[in-house]
């Protein structure tokens, strides 16, 4: 599966943005989506993920309360909405796709296929 991930940008802290990650193939809602960031320095950070029915959703602690992940599976279109946002969200947020759940938090070598980074910046 081809990602394309999209919507990011710059916005004061406490505002709101909501990403995009449109996919392309036929078996999109076969695969469990996730979003990760990575600032600068660091690695790349799980967010928060959906299964491809889109029942089953896992959350982050950064994340938890303040973002929201959705599917549209129609669309082949997953969303990340972020509100409240910290200037310590600000990261590259990625896209990510794989065959199957997951039983433990995931971290980025679990997902196979990846968008190619939105910039969300958060002033304070």
């Known amino acids: 599966v081809q990602l394309q991930a999209s919507g990011g940008g710059l916005v004061q802290a406490g505002g709101s943005l909501r990403l995009s990650c449109a996919a392309s193939g036929r078996t999109f809602s076969s695969y469990t989506m996730g979003w990760f960031r990575q600032a600068p320095g660091k690695e790349r950070e799980f967010v928060l993920a959906?299964?491809?029915?889109?029942?089953?959703?896992y959350y982050s602690d950064s994340a938890q309360g303040r973002f929201t992940i959705s599917r549209d599976n129609a669309k082949k279109t997953v969303y990340l909405q972020m509100n409240s946002l910290k200037p310590e969200d600000t990261a590259v947020y990625y896209c990510?796709?794989?065959?199957?759940?997951?039983?433990?938090?995931?971290?980025?070598?679990?997902?196979?296929?990846w968008g190619q980074g939105t910039q969300v910046t958060v002033s304070s």
């Open positions: 990510a796709a794989r065959g199957s759940w997951f039983l433990t938090t995931p971290v980025a070598a679990d997902f196979s296929s």
């Open positions: 959906i299964s491809g029915s889109g029942i089953r959703t």
